[in-house]
Nanobody, 115 residues
Framework: QVQLVESGGGLVQAGGSLRLSCAAS????????MRWYRQAPGKQRELVAD???????NYADSVKGRFTISRDNAKNTVYLQMNSLKPEDTATYYC?????????WGKGTLVTVSS
């Protein structure tokens, strides 16, 4: 059974940093692309960053240069380092992957950036 468990969210002032983690189980992690999405209140869920099994990364324009996605295959964990946070980064952040054509989501971790 696939499980994704996010952690690391919290309250931070604008300009601050947070590192999110997503621990995965039930998949062959090293073979899977992993993604971070976020959803702000009243808005659609959006892709923030993704990383392939070969560690090729891709970012939304809104976070380029500020966020870094990485993975540790030994720990079955994907990270999202978020620097220079802005109030508009406030959202619940979700980890996502696909296994046998089924999308899996974590329960999310809330990030609140105060101005």
């Amino acid at each position: 059974q696939v499980q994704l468990v996010e952690s690391g969210g919290g309250l931070v002032q604008a300009g601050g940093s947070l590192r999110l983690s997503c621990a995965a189980s039930g998949i062959i992690f090293r073979l899977k692309a992993m993604r971070w999405y976020r959803q702000a209140p009243g808005k659609q869920r959006e892709l923030v960053a993704d990383i392939t099994s070969g560690s090729i990364t891709n970012y939304a324009d809104s976070v380029k240069g500020r966020f870094t996605i990485s993975r540790d295959n030994a720990k079955n964990t994907v990270y999202l380092q978020m620097n220079s946070l802005k109030p508009e980064d406030t959202a619940t952040y979700y980890c996502n992957t696909e296994n046998y054509f089924i999308n899996y989501w974590g329960k999310g971790t809330l990030v609140t950036v105060s101005s």
